[in-house]
């Protein structure tokens, strides 16, 4: 498979940028203003060019690889789907995603993909920032889509809905189709984690998989400013408990031989997954590593795309940029 050439801004722990390596897309340049999702891009990928610093303060002029790129793709800190816009307008959130948008105005990329919360897809509050978007990418000459996809529905075992924005030259984009479920069943948590769980000698590791058979609820990473890593709020947290899980931290070990598994018993007798595990849950391969202590590494998992959505969504805009358009809006193709 012949390489195509990406750009990924707010890149974190990777999970976008490694499903998009393995779709075809060479990274050029990766940002992130996170010392510790840096050190964790390095130290999967040595290979790979890492940038420390804030979307908001990058400036393309200094880096010219990076132009006329095939691909521009943004993982970005989620916008508050429950917050008003006047309250929105005024958050980082909003101004990384209107600064990847201007980006797209200087590097001039054949395609664009955004990934955020599934309610900047259409929620009505979110109107005014989808039309900033609009605008702007049709001066540039873009045609676009927003759309929803469940990481569940590409073999990630967890129910994870993402909103999605690609944007493609007009020559491309009726070559565009969002990418298709890759399986038919989803992967249960305890499918997924029942070998690991199993790895200390845990005589229970198999009757607690054996009733952990739906999906994990998403996983949150949680604010910098929150305190130690636990695995969401409250509905979060029981849907954790339902199958006999601990989700108010996240453990250092997997269980011991001698653990007695006893969630009626409360908390105490609830198992607990590592951040090893939580990276499973997102669809991470198990020899990608996490740079930091144990919330740092928690946090760049919960925050992170899942990379086999990301494989799936690379692909689809693969096979547009290749499909020849032999008339759109005036356009002719190329080879």
């Given at each position: 498979m012949s390489e195509l050439r990406s750009v990924d801004v707010c890149s974190g722990a990777g999970g976008l940028a490694l499903g998009l390596e393995q779709a075809g897309f060479e990274p050029l340049l990766l940002l992130d203003k996170k010392a510790v999702a840096c050190d964790t891009l390095r130290r999967n990928r040595p290979a790979w060019q890492v940038l420390e610093t804030d979307l908001l303060d990058f400036t393309p002029s200094r880096h010219q690889e990076i132009y006329d790129v095939d691909l521009l793709s943004a993982g970005l800190p989620r916008v508050k789907s429950s917050a008003t816009v006047a309250r929105t307008e005024t958050g980082a959130e909003l101004r990384l995603l209107e600064a990847t948008v201007y980006l797209a105005h200087a590097v001039q990329p054949r395609a664009l993909v955004i990934e955020n919360v599934p309610g900047l897809v259409g929620a009505p509050e979110f109107e005014p920032v989808r039309d900033l978007i609009r605008k702007e990418l049709d001066h540039l000459g873009y045609r676009f889509r927003w759309f929803l996809l469940n990481a569940a529905d590409f073999?990630?075992?967890?129910?994870?809905?993402?909103?999605?924005?690609?944007?493609?030259?007009?020559?491309?984009?009726?070559?565009?189709?969002?990418?298709?479920?890759?399986?038919?069943?989803?992967?249960?948590?305890?499918?997924?984690?029942?070998?690991?769980?199993?790895?200390?000698?845990?005589?229970?590791?198999?009757?607690?998989?054996?009733?952990?058979?739906?999906?994990a609820p998403t996983l949150v990473g949680g604010s910098d400013s929150r305190g130690g890593a636990d695995l969401g709020p409250t509905g979060t947290k029981k849907a954790w408990a339902r199958m006999g899980v601990d989700g108010g931290t996240v453990a250092d070990n997997v269980p011991s031989p001698d653990f007695a598994w006893a969630p009626e018993t409360g908390r105490q007798g609830m198992v607990r997954i590592t951040t090893d595990q939580a990276a499973l849950l997102q669809g991470f391969p198990s020899d990608w590593g996490f740079s930091g202590k144990k919330t740092a590494r928690y946090r760049q998992i919960g925050h992170a795309s899942p990379p086999p959505v990301a494989r799936a969504l690379g692909l689809a805009i693969r096979s547009a940029l290749a499909t020849p358009a032999t008339s759109v809006a005036g356009y002719t193709s190329t080879p």
């Open positions: 073999g990630v075992p967890q129910d994870r809905k993402q909103g999605l924005l690609v944007a493609l030259r007009k020559q491309y984009f009726d070559a565009f189709r969002p990418p298709e479920p890759t399986v038919r069943e989803h992967l249960s948590v305890g499918q997924a984690l029942r070998s690991s769980m199993a790895m200390g000698g845990w005589r229970d590791a198999d009757r607690w998989a054996a009733q952990a058979i739906g999906v």
